[in-house]
């Protein structure tokens, strides 16, 4: 398994921009697939966007045009940036380490970072 820590959630105001992080304890050249996550208050955690080793990227319908996930292979890092932040966008973050799109118990996940959109 992969140790992740979760960075840069926060207090931002609708319509603004968020960039969150996560660390990889090792080399993420060989990780299949990571990911980020959130989840709300007696919600399910729900997919925001997924990339894999071959850089396949999805997104959550909700957050296209909206979110933009990256790797940087040379720092053991995925980022999410945030633009156009809305109030729904509100929720825990997690990132998530695994070999497959289907969450498994093998799985990595990180602490998980808040962000809240609100006036």
């Known amino acids: 398994q992969v140790q992740l820590v979760e960075s840069g959630g926060g207090l931002v105001q609708p319509g603004g921009s968020l960039r969150l992080s996560c660390l990889a304890s090792r080399s993420i050249h060989s990780i299949m697939l990571m990911g980020w996550y959130r989840q709300t208050p007696g919600k399910q955690r729900d997919v925001v966007a997924t990339?894999?080793?071959?850089?396949?990227?999805t997104y959550a319908e909700s957050v296209k045009g909206r979110f933009t996930i990256s790797r940087d292979v040379a720092k053991n890092t995925i980022h999410l940036q945030m633009d156009s932040l809305k109030p729904e966008d509100t929720a825990v973050y997690y990132c998530r380490a695994g070999s497959t799109y289907s969450i498994r118990p093998t799985d990595s996940w990180g602490q998980g970072t808040q962000v809240t959109v609100s006036s």
């Open positions: 990339i894999t080793s071959g850089s396949t990227i």
